[in-house]
């Protein structure tokens, strides 16, 4: 069965210091990885997808095969990165949502 | 705003009521989907309609049904409601699920419903 798997519920980082989000899944097929983010009072919001190997809003995130993982990365937080981030995974057309992690950058 | 709407916002009812929750899909979007976020278990997918027809199904109780009518708007009927039903429920659009840029679904702001 497809499952993304969010280990970590919360996630406090000080402004300026990398941040990684974890995100793991199980897929028997090619897998379609996301990230989408939700800021305080916002709607929930794509931030990026892994077939298009961007970097939006200095967040990248690279699919490994190999660990089955889709980490997000961003190598210095900002405060206006605060926020829900949830992985997803795109199986038959429907996306499947992680638990989510809270981000919490402090100045 | 021809982004995704959803009404109501903010709906208490008492158990063993019933209620219907309405999505009104962006201009263009031909698919709908459902989803429930409650505090312990994140966001759960329901179901997803594309064009009228039921594309998908997830952990959607019997319970609950949703249908998608022919303007494209969606309702989530809730029956027999239970204390555990209470959460934000999310309605999300998107163009075409085959698409190449399918992934990419466009929120609403939720219906917070709150059973007492």
């Known amino acids: 069965a497809q499952r993304v798997t969010q280990p970590e519920k919360l996630l406090s980082v000080f402004k300026g210091a990398p941040v990684e989000l974890k995100c793991n899944y199980s897929?028997?097929?090619?897998?379609?990885l996301f990230w989408y983010v939700q800021y305080s009072r916002q709607r929930l919001q794509l931030l990026l997808r892994?077939?298009s190997r961007e970097s939006i809003k200095g967040f990248t995130a690279d699919l490994n095969k190999g660990e089955t993982s889709f980490h997000l990365k961003k190598p210095f937080a900002q405060e206006e990165d605060s926020a829900m981030y949830y992985c997803?995974?795109?199986?038959?057309?429907?996306?499947?949502f992680g638990s989510g992690t809270q981000v919490v950058v402090t100045p | 705003d021809s982004g995704v709407t959803q009404t109501p916002k903010h709906l208490i009812t008492a158990t063993g009521q019933r209620v219907t929750l309405r999505c009104s899909p962006r201009s263009g979007d031909l698919s709908v989907y459902w989803y429930q976020q409650s505090l312990d278990q994140g966001l759960q997918f329901l179901i997803q309609?594309?064009?009228?027809?039921?594309?998908a199904k997830g952990n959607i109780l019997e319970r609950f049904s949703a249908q998608q009518f022919p303007d494209l708007h969606s309702e989530l009927n809730l029956s027999s409601l239970e204390l555990g039903d209470s959460a934000l429920y999310f309605c999300?659009?998107?163009?075409?699920?085959?698409?190449?840029?399918?992934?990419?679904?466009?929120f609403g702001e939720g219906s917070r419903l709150t059973v007492l």
């Open positions: 999300a659009s998107s163009v075409d699920p085959r698409e190449a840029i399918a992934g990419e679904l466009f």
């Open positions: 892994h077939i």
């Open positions: 997803a995974l795109r199986s038959w057309g429907k996306l499947q």
């Open positions: 897929y028997s097929g090619s897998p379609e």
């Open positions: 309609y594309y064009n009228g027809e039921e594309r």
